[in-house]
Nanobody, 117 residues
């Protein structure tokens, strides 16, 4: 059974930092892409950043470029999202997901990030 478990969310002031973790288990993820999505209140869920597990190649949405960094630890089978210079607009539920072939197949339960002004 595949599981993705996020942690690290919380309340932070604007300009602060948080690091989210996504611990993965239940299968080999070497051929997968790990993504972080976010869903602000009343809005759609969108992809923020992703990383190919095997190559480490990354993608970032324009809104987070230069502020967020995605990484992965092969030994721990964990993906991370380092978020710096946080803004109130970054407030959302953040989800990690794992996918292959263009579709995200597995999702975590989500973790709340709230940025106060």
């Amino acid at each position: 059974q595949v599981q993705l478990v996020e942690s690290g969310g919380g309340l932070v002031q604007a300009g602060g930092s948080l690091r989210l973790s996504c611990a993965a288990s239940g299968r080999t993820f070497s051929g997968y892409t790990m993504g972080w999505f976010r869903q602000p209140p009343g809005k759609a869920r969108n992809l923020v950043t992703s990383i190919r597990w095997s190559t480490g190649s990354t993608y970032y949405a324009d809104s987070v470029k230069g502020r967020f960094t995605i990484s992965r630890d092969n030994a721990k089978v964990t993906a991370y999202l380092q978020m710096n210079s946080l803004k109130p607009d970054d407030t959302a539920v953040y989800y990690c997901a794992a996918g292959a072939g263009g579709a995200y197949l597995y999702w975590g339960q989500g973790t709340q990030v709230t940025v106060s002004s």
